[in-house]
């Protein structure tokens, strides 16, 4: 780039109106030319101004006469300010300048056409409505977590696949009228269309495509219904040995247990020989810290039974035994009750006695461990202990996920938990604070025990919080990779039929597995109780005392201390070889 030496200088001339600045003060006349709209504004103001007011008159003095500046002038509070003349008139009214600004403001509105009755209004109305709805919600809470005196209450329903655990569970919900019955009659027409028109009922808690084609439950289905005294969440598990895991994650959180036994000829059978998963479900829920077991046996309106109660006892001898060698009080703890999930006898209404007459006189003798005739009426009458309030916090965590924050879904073992308070999360030991939690997705100011229960943690990303860690309140719980249990030896894998060091399986506590290894026997008893301190295996039957080594660090206590994080359950290739409780923690690091 070069300059012109020979250029001259540059003049402004005072002629050339075609670029000026801002509209410059040499062509004041174009101005008012595109402002035709504002015209008639100051006309109905003008008229309404009173022209003996000092400050219009001082106002007017300062504009030379000129209204519209006059106007745009009132409107500017910061340029009036800047003119001694009008400050002065302004603090011999007497008026201080809150009192002013808002008069302006009036004016100002005035103007707009707005009147003054009608300006105020929105914002008057506006201030009430924003606290309106905060005392709402509170309101609320503290009518469902504080002032609600029913019990929230677990339910699992378990056993063998096609006993009818779903379909009970479906009927459950529609008798309590929580499902309606142009729902239930597009079910039916579903199941009609699949050629399997008993499963309409299933389709309610069986939601997914898989589910309903094969018939079988996959995953834990999840609802809610409620009586006059208690609230219930159904936790429909899986019955296929393929989905136990899921079940056990089901069953963790459950404060009673519904074992579900198919009465029809042949399956309950196949249901409670070896390799039924009856068994393994009634023991998994005893190690999972159920307080009941219902057992209750289904489909006693199908042809090959008919209500018979020959084939009703057959199957409770059976099952006694078995239930007390998981370690149940069957007179205290286990229920025996006979219904049709299907048609809905014994559920909520009692079975018509022309169908079953034996059932009230079972009932007057309390042969079944019960007086109660319905299966609601008898979860009514079950109630639950060891529920401390008081007690420190702990909820183990059964899944997360984000929504504007970490929000952590878990059952209240015990302990309450609050918005605002401090926890800590084992095992990493991160301190973080409840900014929310919610019980049965409604947001509450406290939680009691036995309430599943949504937390959101602040300042928690969802990789520091896990399945299977533990919120806590001080002191928190203990975290441990090497454990000293007593364990029952209930079954082998079929290449390896001892129990003995180096043996790897894994290891199942309330919400969390791990790998583990068997690391030292320190004693064994065998079924005759002959204890043998220098053991150096063990097999099916016996009751092992050992140390457990796991790969990772895992929140545990003691058995005695809180039974809920001291059960667990050894598993591997497909089988639960043993149940038992933590008897001692490694001791603590100063």
Known sequence: MSFNPNATEWKPSASA??????????????????????????????????????LWQAVLKICEGNRDKAMKMLSDPDSLSENPEVMAIINSSGGDDGTWEQNLADEVKEKATVSEE????PVAAAAPKAPEPKKEVVETVEDVVEGDPREHINLVFIGHVDAGKST?????????????????????????????????????????????????????????????????????APGHKNYVPNMIMGACQ????????????GEFETGFDRGGQTREHAMLAKTLGVSYLVVVINKMDD?????DKKRFDECVTKLRPFLKGCGFTIKREVKFIPISGLSGANVKDEVDPKLCPWWRKCLAKKENNTDEPTLLSLLDSLNMKDRNADAPLRIPVLDRYTDRGTIAMGKVE????RPGMKITLMPTRNQYKVDAVWANEKPVVSARPGENVLVKLNGCG??????????CSQPACRAVDKLIVHLALMDMPDNTRIFTAGFACMFHAHTCEEECTVTKIFETTDRKGNVNKSAQFATVGMRVVCMLSLNRTVPVETFSDFAFLGRFTLRTEGKTIGIGKVHKLPPKKE
């Open 17 to 54: 109106a075609s670029w000026t600045p801002g509209g410059g003060f040499s062509t004041p006349a174009p101005a008012p030319a595109p402002a035709p709209a504002p015209a008639p504004a100051p006309e109905p103001a003008s008229s309404e101004i009173d022209e003996s007011d000092p």
């Open 254 to 265: 459950a404060d009673i247990g519904v074992l579900v036994i198919s009465a029809r000829k």
């Open 168 to 236: 009970l569970s479906g009927n459950i919900l529609y008798l309590t009228d929580n499902v309606d019955k142009r729902t239930i009659e597009k079910y039916e027409r579903e199941a009609k269309e699949r050629n399997r028109e008993s499963w309409f009922l299933a389709f309610i808690m069986d939601t997914n495509e898989e589910e309903r084609a094969k018939g079988k439950t996959v995953e834990v289905g999840r609802a809610h219904f409620e009586s006059e005294v208690k609230r219930y969440t159904i936790l429909d």
């Open 462 to 471: 969802t990789e520091d919080v896990l399945r299977g860690f533990v919120i």
């Open 414 to 417: 015990s302990g309450t938990v």
């Open 118 to 121: 009608k300006a105020p209004a």
């Open 303 to 307: 042809p090959t039974v008919q209500w």
